[in-house]
Every structure is written in structure tokens, then in C-alpha cells.
């Protein structure tokens, strides 16, 4: 590809708007123009990394025996009526009406249309195993879109899924798909992990996510250096730290805490570790009669020690809070405990309120909790003597650095990650609502037993660069930059030499079958070497008269920036040597 060929429209600054790194410089290097809010249109330059992401994705997929096909972007409400989530979803489903007043989606995923397809192809266990995949467009109507391509509205997603006749050979095509995520994810030549995950509004028994790391990551990854153990915070086990419940030494005494309404404040104050304390945290469980008339909603305390925090997705895993739950209202807390929040307990509390206690709350002795009157705490609290037992002991809490990792081989770390991928067990989760069966050989219908997977195309393109950038712009892989090589000529216009040297390097390098672009727009050096590292084209060749007076040229790789000067006849095997190697 020449330049002047190709639509380079790089900007100097990003739009005021703009959030983090990559959405800067996506902007900046043309890559990506907003259209609407979370809704972008890809620019050439962007496409180019857009597709070759695809292309290694669908040969990876290939290779692991999914089959291609394409799903539409619009899907009736029927199929996602049938499995509940019509209601079940939320907002993020954008739901309208076409002209004959029936109601459709545009898909955020397609597990029912994909069920639907196998419930009508798939007619006997000779069919099996199978797996569909696509690369399609998903729209998720984002209450807040932000950070660019990371949280759009509209995306590019592969998603695959696989039919199977038991549990047991599903579980061997979700090992499949996860072999192939690594493969896929190793050739994009990004740093990630796989950890365990909930698996959130797709459900399911076995998740797995794939995240690559970075510092401006929204999801924290809890890991253990010693051995494989890796999570998403969300999912990972908190050890009980405290063994065995102690005896009492303390008695137990109300004591004035006026505007200390944080565990925090309190200790302070009482002069005790915060570990001491147990702050208290107030949900709510919304409920019906028999004619779906709302009824008081059903108060629940969660206590934990006050230097933890409430991990959600494990709270609402608990069959005291089963079929969600909400965080009480003041007014609701004022009529349960008497008391505004920040004095809570759950000393002298209803009996029908109940009381859930983390592990290590579980076998606290002498702790302080709130008095349930505005400006009191009490300290020397302890179970069975001061207040009754929990009803529900359980962890419900994230982790912290420096946790004995839960398969017991070391402590754990931390670090931050971007999900990029995601492998689910499904089971018949969603073929049993659809009645999606296949004759076994005996000829009787059997569920089918699925696993789903997906991968977001277009955010990998926002991950690779939060994971590789600098001050001057974009550090791409080789395998999804733009373009691979990049030729500089100095004075391409004015020097019959330059210009003879770059297009022969040019032409070698094409022959090679690398992507290579020669720079023939006339620019400045400046200018134009600061366009291709604002684009971050791996590796960059400079051609000018003074070095190839010399017989050499310029060769520099975009992650250091170090000038190397090789000998112009050396160059072109240099590059396909070094790509190769990459």
C-alpha cells in the first residue's frame, strides 16, 4: 500500500469528550470517528487491525472444527420470550416494534437464535457434536457508553456455540474452545490471563474469562504467582481468617461516637485496630402475593469486618437473597433498626430480619458494631452472649492482597485486566425452555447440552493499546497493527535515489507477503515519523540520501524507538527475518 493510496487522517488532539488512553489515541490516529454516543464508524486504518484481528479468530475457530454461519442483527421477541430473558435481561436489550406492531430485539448475544436453529437442524446424535460460530455486529443499549470502543453500544463480537449429547462431551468442547482462546490469544501478542468468572446474565455452571492485562482495567483479577489459581475478584474464594471463635474478655458497652459514622472513624476514636469493628449493610428483597401485589420488602443484614468489602455477585447467590435484591431505602432502615445508616447492628435487631455474617465475622469475639441509635456504638459485642447467632454464616466478601490463595500453594496478588474474552458451560439452560432435543440411538429425544463463547473483536482493538502505548502514540503488536512495516523516504519527491531505494525495499518486502506501506505523501521527517508512531506501526525504515551515501539505511521497532543503521543491501531479509520470528 502506497500513502497517497490510502486515507491517513491522524489529529494532534483528541476530542474534549475522550476518556482514556485508548479512545485518545483510536481518535488521534484515525482510526475510529464517533457517530453517536457508544456508536463509532471504523476508518480505513482501523478496519485494517479490525480485520486482521477476524482473520486470526476465524482460523483459530476453524481449526478447532467450529463451523461459520451468520445470525441477523434483528431477532423476534418469541425466541427470547421463551427462555424468560425477554424479562430477565434488563435495559440493555433494546427492544422496538416494526411496522405490524410485533416486538423484536437487536441482539446482544444469540443464544436463543442459535438454540432455535439446532432445535429445527438437529434431528439425531449422528449430528453431533457441533459447534456454529459468527462474527457479527451486537448492540447493547449502555446506560452510560464510555471509554470508546471498551464500553460501545455497538460492537463486533464472535460469538460460537456448541451442541453436544451429555454433559460430558460438552464439557470436552468447552476445553476445546478454551485451547483455542489461548491460541488465539497468544497470536494476537497480548499479555492475559484465564480466570474463573460468574457468569452473569448468559448463566451457566463453568465460566471462564479471558483478560488482558492492564493498569486502566475496569475488572480486578485476583491471581496466585505460586501456582495456577486466577479469578475475577467477583468469583474468588475468601478464606475465613480467623480459625477458631475466641472467648470472650471483653463486657459489652454502649459508648458515645457523635459524627463517627464510619468503621473508620470509630476505631479511631476507641483507639482499636479496624479489624476490631463490623460494619453492617442493609439489602432488601422485594416481593409479591398470590395476585402480584407488592409486599413489604424482606430486610436482610449483611455483616462484615470493617476493613472488607461486600462482594455482590456472592451475595446474591444466597437463598436469603434469591431472586435479587436491592440495597434498603433510609426510610426502611429508620422503621427496621430506628436508626439513620452509619450507627447500624445487630444487637437487640427484629427477629425476621436476617442475619448474614462473613466467615471471619462468624468467629469475631469482642467486636464493636453500631448501636442502632444515631451517635452510639457498642464495643465488646460477642455471639451467642450480646446478640444470637447468624442465620446464614457465608463468604461475602472480595478478597485482599496477601489471602492464602484458596487451592492452599501461596497468598494471593492482585492486578487489573480488561475482559476481552469469555467460555461458558451451559448445559440445557437453554435448550430445556426451547425444548431443543435430538433421537439418541435407542430413538428417544434427549436435551441438547450446550457451551457458549465469546470474543469482542472491536475490543481487543481498545485492550491491545491500553496494554501498549506511550507519549508519542500506539505500540501494536505485529499480528494487528495497521500495517507491519512502515517506509520513510526522506525527500521521496526530490531524490531519484530515495526514491528507488524505497520502492525496490517496497516491492521485496510485498513479495514477502509482509504489510508493508511506503510513505510517498512528501512530508517532513518530523512530521511524518510522528504520524506512524502516533499509528504505531511496529517497524519503521528510513530512506534518505545521507545514509544510503553510506549504503545503509534507518531501521527502528516501534517499541523502543532506538535508530539502527543496517546495510541497505541487508534490510529487506533483516525485516522478513525479524517478522517471521514474531
Known sequence: MRAKQFFISTQKEAPADAEIVSQKLMLRAGMIRKLAAGVYNYMPMGLRSLKKIERIVREEMDRAGAIELLMPIVQPAELWQETGRWQKYGSELLRFKDRHDRDFVLQPTSEEVVTDIA??????????????????????????????????????MKDAYSFDRTAEDAGKSYDKMFEAYCRIFDRLGLVYRAVRA????????????????????????????????????ELAEAPCLIEKRAEATETMEKVPTPGRDKCELVVELLNKPLTASVKSIVLAV????????????????????????????????????????????????????????????????????TIVADTTVANMSDFIVGANEEGYHIRGVNWGRDLREPDVVADIR?????????DGKGTLKMQRGIEVGHVFFLGDKYSAPMNATYLDENGKPQLLQMGCYGIGI???????????????????????????????????????????ASNELYGRLREAGIDVILDDRGLRPGVMFADWELIGVPHRVTIGDRGLKNGEVEYAHRGDLQNENVPVTEIADKLIAKIKVR
Open 119 to 156: 432445535r429445527q437442524e438437529i434431528k439425531s446424535w449422528r449430528q453431533l457434536p457441533v459447534n456454529f460460530y459468527q462474527i457479527q455486529t451486537k448492540f447493547r443499549d449502555e446506560r452510560r457508553p464510555r471509554f470508546g470502543v471498551m464500553r460501545g453500544r455497538d460492537f463486533v
Open 198 to 233: 460468574d457468569s452473569g446474565s448468559i448463566g451457566g455452571s463453568r465460566s471462564q474469562e479471558f483478560q488482558v492485562i492492564a493498569d486502566t482495567g475496569e475488572d480486578l483479577i485476583v491471581f496466585c504467582p505460586d501456582s495456577e489459581y486466577a479469578a475475577n475478584i
Open 286 to 353: 422485594d416481593h409479591q402475593d398470590e395476585k402480584g401485589n407488592p409486599l413489604p420488602a424482606k430486610i436482610v443484614l449483611l455483616l462484615l469486618r470493617g476493613d472488607h468489602t461486600l462482594n455482590e455477585v456472592k451475595a446474591e447467590k444466597l437463598e436469603a437473597l434469591k431472586g435479587g435484591f436491592r440495597f434498603a431505602t433510609d426510610k426502611e432502615i429508620e422503621d427496621t433498626f430506628g436508626s439513620k445508616p452509619g450507627y447500624l447492628g445487630p444487637v437487640g435487631i427484629p427477629k425476621d430480619v
Open 398 to 406: 472480595n478478597v485482599v492482597e496477601g489471602d492464602v490463595s484458596p
Open 458 to 500: 472491536s475490543r481487543l482493538l481498545g485492550a491491545a493499546i491500553e496494554q501498549g502505548h506511550d507519549d508519542k502514540g500506539i505500540i501494536w503488536p505485529d499480528s494487528i497493527a495497521p500495517f507491519t512495516v512502515v517506509i520513510c523516504p526522506v525527500g521521496y519527491d526530490k531524490s531519484e535515489e530515495v526514491q528507488k
